[in-house]
T-cell receptor, first 116, second 113 residues
Framework: AQTVTQSQPEMSVQEAETVTLSCTYD???????LFWYKQPPSRQMILVIR??????QNATENRFSVNFQKAAKSFSLKISDSQLGDAAMYFC?????????????FGQGTRLTINP | DGGITQSPKYLFRKEGQNVTLSCEQN?????MYWYRQDPGQGLRLIYY???????QKGDIAEGYSVSREKKESFPLTVTSAQKNPTAFYLC????????????FGNGTRLTVT
């Protein structure tokens, strides 16, 4: 089974500053998908951004962007101009295909605090 | 509005009792999933179903059971055999295409005492 590791249990950033959350994964596949999900205090899981491994260009969604380093198996999330509403748990996830079925394998999560 | 409904939001049970968590979706999604979330451990997959009347065990299926009699519904039963049932349970669904992301419900917090 694939593994996903988020080495930062907690991070904090000043409002309007930039923060980067780290994620590494282990896989022997060449084509796959990676995701970042956000879980605010309401505990609803919200998709932030996704990256297709065969695309060299890093994905971007407004203030959220990724730094995808395929050779290093690294998939970090950069949040620019941090806002109070960005405070949440952030989970990195790897899409695994087993016997034709898609499953997501999640990292342990990083709790992000925004300081006003 | 289309979405995934998990009910109830909070559930309390006595040890030794089976309990069923509800998950209903009106998104017409084929695949449905159950994840368990514990503090500091992220989400772990319990069961998943690709189509009606078919489901597979995930990474931590022991002590749980599911059914998929209708496309819209994927209930999870936590049996008395589950040793540590207190947790937050999330249901998710996914449309047909393999590269589609999961859509999640709001979760059910189960407390067993």
């Amino acid at each position: 089974a694939q593994t996903v590791t988020q080495s930062q249990p907690e991070m904090s950033v000043q409002e309007a500053e930039t923060v980067t959350l780290s994620c590494t994964y282990d896989t022997s596949e060449s084509d796959y998908y990676l995701f970042w999900y956000k879980q605010p205090p309401s505990r609803q899981m919200i998709l932030v951004i996704r990256q297709e491994a065969y695309k060299q260009q890093n994905a971007t969604e407004n203030r959220f962007s990724v730094n995808f380093q395929k050779a290093a198996k690294s998939f970090s999330l950069k949040i620019s101009d941090s806002q109070l509403g960005d405070a949440a748990m952030y989970f990195c996830a790897y899409r695994e295909i087993i016997q034709g079925a898609q499953k997501l394998v999640f990292g342990q999560g990083t709790r992000l605090t925004i300081n006003p | 509005d289309g979405g995934i409904t998990q009910s109830p939001k909070y559930l309390f049970r006595k040890e030794g009792q089976n309990v069923t968590l509800s998950c209903e979706q009106n998104l017409n999604h084929d695949a449905m999933y159950w994840y368990r979330q514990d503090p500091g451990q992220g989400l772990r997959l319990i069961y998943y179903s690709q189509i009606v009347n078919d489901f597979q065990k995930g990474d931590i299926a022991e002590g749980y059971s599911v059914s998929r009699e209708k496309k819209e519904s994927f209930p999870l039963t936590v049996t008395s055999a589950q040793k540590n049932p207190t947790a937050f349970y999330l249901c998710a669904s996914r449309p047909g295409p393999m590269n589609s992301p999961l859509h999640f419900g709001n979760g059910t917090r189960l407390t067993v005492t």
